[in-house]
């Protein structure tokens, strides 16, 4: 089965609590994960969510949505659609103050022979 995972990074809010019970969070099926601490880290919250391909939306308006409400974040997603056990499809993507920051992307076919 084909899926697709969503990881939403969003690193220095001034307000964690506000990242958390935002309306975008909730609304696109995002759950929260526990984040590594350390003194030299900046506060961040890390968030995931997965479908099945077929049922897969593109959350990446939302993401720059969500960065747009909290500029002074930076919010980093990242999609990674899995095929067999392998990923098939990475995409990734950094937001600051709703404005693409750059992006990386990667594809990789696995292909077995007959």
Known sequence: MAKVVTYLLVSNPEDLEAVRSHSIIDEHGFEGRPMEE??????????????????????????????????????????VEERFNHVEHLRSVVFIDGTRAGNIEHGYVFNVGA
């Open 38 to 79: 350390s003194d030299e880290a900046l506060p961040a919250l890390k968030f995931v969510t997965e479908s099945a391909l077929e049922d897969h939306t593109d959350l990446e308006r939302p993401c720059r949505e969500l960065s747009e409400a909290f500029p002074e974040a930076t919010v980093t997603y990242c999609e």
